[in-house]
């Protein structure tokens, strides 16, 4: 089967995106043969860049080797069509062999950040009942018995970049041939699950989305509408593959397109980002708003040489001077897109011929061929007049692109999600749209925090918070910074007889990082007496954001 882009000025968008349905939404889509040995042998996936800029490529037809011993690894570890398994890596060629051979077993990725701490990471392997977990020995010690981590797990470890150990990743590709029954790719059907990606909200625990293989029709309708990625492009999307938009984008998309995608393993600095640009010649670039603030403030840049074609932005909404910067030393006006890890992108200032409009200041484009969206009015499910401001929502039976149904095992959670007819999917995000089709984003309404690209849940955080025996209560908010576009600030009631100081504020921003994530730790806290709340007990944080103005 042909896996080549088909656009061209003279095919319909709406035709192509029937032609992705018809390609994975099928009763017997098999993700190996659609991500990977469709594919030539000897194209390129991937081009992995180590630190200090040396690279290797890796083929289809490694891919499809290594993938295939992988699998029948897992075979033997008892992993079945439908199990969990996780992953804890970086960047690297191990990540992408371990990625192919779930997916070749027919078994779920669940994704695990690399800043997670054991407390975050234990609860999305409970939650997924994940049998196997794959991580990088740098991150092994975070799987170590603890007060989070049961000493008698359920799963099983395999181990990438350490080949000393029986169990690990490349003791078992030397164990295997690849010709096992265990190796043989597993069809699944449109319906069938590639992935579980798990995303905080404001109040419990993180919700899991569950990524069908038809999902990649959205996602290669992407990469051609939105991102425009074409066969003589050097594409680079600098996100993390433990969130959407680097798992949809920096790895399924392109697998599903047959196009070469750099993943750089090492982590992010603006001196490194610009070598890998002029080393690599990047002509088509996609990162969060951060990534460009970064390199506009770093003193010691220099664009020359630097020759991009496209650039492209999602996870937070742009401001204004990263655009005329960008127009100004990259020689290329950055595009904003929206999207959630629920449904992947779907209103975006597209990139390709023929789909492609003038940039609105302010705004985040337009609806993507495949997609309808629509502004609701707030107080009921009807779409409200250009310019009015309401809920962003996508209209279910007109974009057959949607492949989102419902957060697994929480249909109260769902139902929040959809219209009681279900007509409409809600995306908890408030906007306008202006008689063009123009969307421009206003505010969140369920107060995730969005730094760097990153969705954080402030209830993930306070929950943390409230371990010091010195906390009684605590509430995070996000607040604006120019380099991240959030940071967390924590509002704090402390116990009786306790008090506050700039010890204990190291204490507690250690803490987060400790028990949550690296990333996530509020950059001020400030010790209150109470905490707004309704009269129901719930924390008001917009007063929190209002009195912080």
Same mark, same amino acid.
């Given at each position: 089967?042909?896996?080549? *882009?088909?656009?061209?000025?003279?095919?319909?968008? #709406?035709?192509?995106?029937? #032609?992705? *349905?018809?390609?994975? /939404?099928?009763?017997?889509?098999?993700?190996? /043969? !659609?991500?990977?040995?469709?594919?030539?042998?000897?194209?390129?996936?991937?081009?992995?860049?180590?630190?200090? *800029?040396?690279?290797?490529?890796?083929?289809?037809?490694?891919?499809?080797?290594?993938?295939? &011993?992988?699998?029948?690894? %897992? +075979?033997? %570890?008892?992993?079945?069509?439908? /199990?969990?398994?996780?992953? !804890?890596?970086? &960047?690297? +060629?191990?990540?992408?062999?371990?990625?192919?051979?779930?997916?070749?077993r027919g078994a779920v990725h669940v994704p695990l950040f690399t800043a997670f701490a054991p407390p975050a990471i234990a609860l999305r392997l409970q939650a997924s009942g994940a049998k196997v977990v794959v991580v990088d020995a740098d991150q092994r010690a975070k799987l170590a018995p603890s007060e989070d981590i049961p000493a008698d797990a359920p799963w099983r470890t395999i181990v990438a970049g350490d080949s000393a150990d029986e169990q690990s990743l490349t003791a078992l590709l030397d164990r295997y041939t690849g010709d096992e029954p265990g190796g043989q790719a597993v069809p699944l059907g449109g319906d069938g699950l590639l992935v579980q990606l798990f995303t905080s909200g404001t109040t419990g625990t993180p919700k899991g989305v569950p990524v069908p293989i038809r999902a990649l029709a959205s996602f290669q309708a992407y990469l051609e509408f939105g991102l425009d990625v074409r066969a003589d492009d050097v594409f680079w999307n600098a996100a993390d593959p433990g969130w959407a938009y680097g798992l949809y984008y920096a790895i399924l998309g392109p697998l599903a397109a047959g196009r070469r995608s750099i993943l750089l393993h090492a982590g992010f600095s603006p001196a490194r980002t610009w070598q890998v640009m002029r080393e690599f010649g990047v002509t088509n670039f996609a990162a969060a708003p951060t990534v460009y603030r970064s390199l506009r403030t770093d003193t010691s840049a220099d664009p020359a040489g630097i020759r991009l074609r496209r650039a492209s932005s999602a996870g937070e909404p742009l401001t204004p001077e990263v655009v005329s910067w960008s127009e100004r030393e990259l020689g290329v006006t950055v595009r904003d897109h929206y999207g959630q890890t629920e449904h992947g992108m779907m209103i975006v200032n597209a990139w390709a011929d023929g789909v492609r409009d003038e940039i609105k200041p302010g705004s985040m484009g337009a609806a993507l061929p495949g997609w309808s969206a629509e502004v609701l009015y707030d107080d009921r499910d009807d779409p409200a007049p250009a310019g009015t401001a309401g809920r962003i929502a996508i209209e279910v039976a007109t974009s057959p692109l949607m492949w989102f149904t419902g957060y697994t095992g929480a249909p109260e959670k769902t139902a929040e999600r959809f219209t009681a007819d279900g007509r409409w999917y809600v995306t908890g995000d408030a906007g306008s749209r202006d008689a063009d089709g123009a969307f421009f984003f206003s505010s969140r309404d369920d107060d995730v925090i969005i730094m760097a690209g990153y969705r954080i849940g402030p209830f993930d955080v306070e929950s943390v918070l409230v371990q010091h025996e010195s906390v009684a209560e605590a509430a995070v908010i996000?607040?604006?910074? #120019? !380099?991240?576009?959030?940071?967390?600030?924590?509002?704090?009631? !402390?116990?009786?007889?306790?008090?506050?100081?700039?010890?204990?504020?190291?204490?507690?921003?250690? *803490?987060?990082?400790? &028990?949550?994530?690296?990333?996530?730790?509020?950059?001020?806290?400030?010790?209150?007496?109470? %905490?707004?709340k309704t009269p129901s007990g719930k924390i008001q944080r917009f007063v929190l954001r209002q009195q912080r103005r």
């Open positions: 089967m042909s896996t080549e *882009l088909s656009t061209t000025p003279n095919t319909a968008p #709406e035709a192509r995106v029937a #032609e992705l *349905l018809a390609r994975f /939404d099928t009763p017997d889509a098999c993700a190996a /043969d !659609l991500l990977c040995d469709g594919h030539p042998a000897d194209a390129v996936a991937f081009t992995v860049v180590e630190p200090d *800029l040396s690279s290797q490529d890796i083929t289809y037809g490694r891919l499809r080797r290594d993938s295939a &011993k992988f699998a029948a690894a %897992l +075979a033997d %570890l008892g992993v079945a069509p439908g /199990d969990a398994v996780a992953v !804890l890596m970086g &960047k690297s +060629a191990d990540l992408v062999v371990a990625l192919l051979g779930i997916w070749r996000g607040v604006p910074d #120019e !380099l991240r576009g959030e940071v967390l600030e924590a509002f704090v009631v !402390l116990r009786p007889g306790a008090s506050g100081g700039d010890e204990l504020v190291t204490e507690l921003q250690q *803490l987060v990082k400790r &028990k949550f994530a690296a990333h996530a730790y509020p950059r001020s806290v400030h010790f209150v007496e109470q %905490l707004p």
